[in-house]
């Protein structure tokens, strides 16, 4: 019982304390505020403020890691987002490819949008698809649990980079 409780009250710290103190979060998360810990969970949020590296890799992050100097090897990096994903922290995707992306779990449904090409990630929330699949696991006698929509092909950039190498 006091697991679920815990669950609960780590999912409500998320949501309402993403972009603070990581720290606490990774407390509230019960995990012990490690230094790759930290330095891992402080790159999701800052990605969380920006638009576009929303959704990360684990090179994506060992990258990061590695131009701010920190001493860490690729498979810390796996192994801290294993713990994060256990602990509700994030989410893992898989985008048309064996590579897994991650995101803060912010506990708000959406679905996305990948460039074939460049990797760029849309996020995006359409009512009535969300319906529609409702409807269907209905009639075809299913309560629903959840979803994974993910959508292919090629972003504006990269279509008008690809429209300018055809002129030449
Ligand atoms: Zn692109
Ligand atoms: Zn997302």
Do not use: W
């Given at each position: ?9 780590d999912k ?20 012990k ?13 800052k990605a969380?403020g920006g ?6 890799s684990?090179?994506d992050i060992?990258k990061q ?8 090897g690729?498979?810390?990096?796996y192994?801290?987002l294993?713990?994060f ?13 064996d590579?897994?992306t991650y995101?803060i ?5 959406h679905?996305?949008?990948v460039?074939?090409?460049?990797g760029r990630v ?5 009512r009535e698809?969300?319906q ?5 696991a ?5 309560e629903?649990?959840g ?5 292919y ?6 279509r ?9």
């Amino acid at each position: 019982m006091a697991h679920i409780g815990r669950f609960f009250v780590d999912k409500t710290t998320v949501a309402t304390n993403a972009g603070h103190v990581p720290e606490q979060e990774l407390k509230n998360a019960g995990l012990k505020a490690t230094v790759p810990r930290m330095r891992i969970l402080e790159i999701f949020q800052k990605a969380q403020g920006g638009e576009q590296q929303r959704h990360l890799s684990a090179e994506d992050i060992y990258k990061q890691l590695v131009a701010e100097n920190v001493e860490i090897g690729l498979a810390t990096v796996y192994r801290v987002l294993t713990q994060f994903e256990a602990a509700g922290l994030i989410v893992r995707h898989y985008f048309g490819n064996d590579r897994a992306t991650y995101e803060i779990d912010d506990g708000a449904h959406h679905d996305h949008i990948v460039c074939t090409r460049c990797g760029r990630v849309e996020e995006f929330v359409d009512r009535e698809i969300e319906q529609r699949q409702k409807s269907i696991a209905e009639r075809l006698g299913f309560e629903l649990e959840g979803h994974a929509l993910s959508m292919y092909g090629i972003c504006a950039d990269c279509r008008r980079k690809l429209a300018q190498a055809k002129q030449r």
